[in-house]
């Protein structure tokens, strides 16, 4: 099992920033990569970032491409997301996961863990 736990989240102006942590607990030398998915109200859960444990190997969605950074402290077994420039249609609740081994990093059935959530309101 991983326990994974999310903070960071919170209110912030639409072109402001936030960052994002992912602590992970638990059986992590199981774990190659992580991601970071986002959920809106009335929305499906979509794809954001995910990053291989390994080699650092980094994947975005188109539309934060350029916006968001993904990174990992292998030490700590902890990933972030860097969120800058953010905009009012980024407003979710953002989850951080583990992915089963060889699992496609785009498709959320692919994960195995998840966190809990947190709650990202960017306001106009």
């Known amino acids: 099992q991983v326990q994974l736990v999310e903070s960071g989240g919170g209110l912030v102006q639409a072109g402001g920033s936030l960052r994002l942590s992912c602590a992970a607990s638990?059986?992590?030398?199981?774990?190659?990569?992580m991601g970071w998915f986002r959920q809106a109200p009335g929305k499906e859960r979509e794809f954001v970032a995910a990053?291989?444990?390994?080699?650092?190997?980094?994947y975005y969605a188109d539309s934060v491409k350029g916006r968001f950074t993904i990174s990992r402290d292998n030490a700590k077994t902890t990933v972030y997301l860097q969120m800058n420039s953010l905009k009012p249609e980024d407003t979710a609740v953002y989850y951080c996961?583990?992915?089963?081994?060889?699992?496609?990093?785009?498709?959320?059935?692919?994960?195995?863990?998840w966190g809990q959530g947190t709650q990202v309101t960017v306001s106009s």
């Open positions: 996961a583990v992915p089963q081994s060889g699992g496609n990093y785009y498709l959320s059935d692919e994960y195995r863990y």
């Open positions: 638990g059986r992590t030398y199981s774990m190659y990569a």
């Open positions: 990053i291989s444990w390994s080699g650092g190997a980094t």
